[in-house]
C-alpha cells in the first residue's frame, strides 16, 4: 500500500480537538505511516528543536481520561502505560521530514489534504450561518416559523459533544 493515498474520511475520523487544536494521536500516526509507535516517538525526541509545543505536546492524565470517555480511544491500556503525543498540522507536516521514507510522504499528502477538507467544510457551515442569518434580517414576521424551524435543525446537529472529537 505505499504508493495508495489515505482516504480523507479515514484521516478526519483520527483528527480531535484538544487543547482547542485539531490533532492527532501518535499512535493512529504511527498506524497510517506504517511504523510502530515507539519509532515515531524516538524520532521525534531525537530532533526535539523540530516539535515545539505549538507543533507537538504530551496529552495530561485529565485529557487521556476524556478521550477514553468520549470513545476515541477504548481504554488507557491502549496507550501501553503512557500520555500519548498528539501532533498539530504543523507538528504533522514535519514528521515526514524526521521519518524519511516515501510512505510518510505519501501519509503527509494524504493528511494535509483531509486538514484542508475539513477547514473547506467548517468555513462552509458558517458561511451558511451567516446567508440564513442575513434572510432572516431582510424578510418579514411571515417567514419566522420557517427560519425558526431551520435553527432548530442547526442547533440539533451542532450540540456540542465536548472539547475532544468530533
Known amino acids: 500500500m505505499p504508493t495508495r493515498t489515505i482516504s480523507a474520511e479515514v484521516i478526519t475520523s483520527k483528527i480531535f480537538i484538544v ?7 501518535d499512535k493512529d500516526l504511527a498506524v497510517l505511516y506504517q ?3 515507539i519509532a515515531l516517538r524516538q524520532q521525534v525526541s531525537r530532533n526535539k ?4 509545543v505549538d507543533f507537538c505536546f504530551k496529552l495530561n492524565d485529565s485529557e487521556v ?3 477514553v470517555s468520549q470513545f ?3 481504554s488507557k491500556q491502549i496507550l501501553g502505560g503512557y500520555n500519548p503525543y498528539v501532533f498539530t498540522e504543523q507538528g504533522i507536516a514535519m514528521l515526514s521530514s524526521v521519518l ?4 510518510a510522504v505519501l501519509v503527509n499528502i494524504s493528511i494535509m489534504r483531509a ?4 477547514r473547506e467544510i467548517l468555513s462552509t457551515h458558517k458561511n451558511w ?12 414576521a411571515q417567514f419566522r416559523i420557517v427560519f425558526e424551524a431551520i435553527h432548530q435543525l442547526i442547533v440539533e446537529e451542532e450540540k456540542p459533544k465536548g472539547k475532544i472529537g468530533f
Not at 486538514?115 to 475539513?118: C, G, H, N, R
Open 19 to 25: 487543547r482547542g487544536q485539531k490533532v492527532m494521536l
Open 35 to 37: 511504523v510502530k509507535p
Open 49 to 52: 528543536e523540530r516539535f515545539p
Open 65 to 67: 481520561d476524556s478521550l
Open 72 to 74: 476515541v480511544i477504548p
Open 100 to 103: 524519511r521514507s516515501r510512505r
Open 115 to 118: 486538514f484542508v477538507k475539513l
Open 129 to 140: 450561518a451567516r446567508k440564513l442569518e442575513d434572510l432572516e434580517k431582510k424578510y418579514d
